[in-house]
């Protein structure tokens, strides 16, 4: 499956880049009053008009093929969530509880006081200050 995600995102890269060096290309309409006098364009490789119309659709086909690939990666990425255990299939990211942060992650080995327990803080502010927690008022 990983291959095929692979294979879809390089080619989505190519269809961008693709389509971003066709659209540059491609002539304005005011473009079109250069060629009266003289700039060359009716004397070009599909004529007067026929680079406008083969740019356009190139530029078109690019933009299904990017538009395609990136279904596609939708579709295989949304495979993935139905593999995921059912406990957080079924969860926002947001729902979800942050892990605790344990005692031992704290600078100097202090845990810092949290709004749950204000009443323990205030109690002995000597020993929070001392232990290197900040008391909370």
């Known amino acids: 499956m990983q291959i095929w995600m692979n294979l879809v995102l390089v080619l989505q ?9 066709l659209v540059l ?17 009716s004397g070009s490789l599909f004529g007067a008009s026929g680079s406008a119309n083969f740019l356009s659709r190139s530029t078109a086909i690019c933009a299904a093929v990017f538009f395609i690939c990136t279904l596609a990666m939708a579709y295989f990425n949304s495979g993935d969530n139905a593999r995921a255990p059912a406990a957080s299939a079924n969860t926002s990211v947001l729902d979800r509880v942050a892990p605790a942060a344990s005692a031992a992650s704290a600078p100097g080995g202090a845990a810092i006081p ?14 929070a200050a001392s232990a290197g927690a900040i008391p909370a008022k």
């Open 13 to 21: 890269l190519l269809a961008a880049l693709g389509m971003i060096g």
């Open 25 to 41: 290309v491609q002539h304005g309409k005011g473009a079109d009053m250069g060629a009266s006098f003289g700039s060359g364009a």
């Open 114 to 127: 949290s709004v749950a327990a204000p009443a323990a803080s205030q109690a002995a502010p000597a020993t």
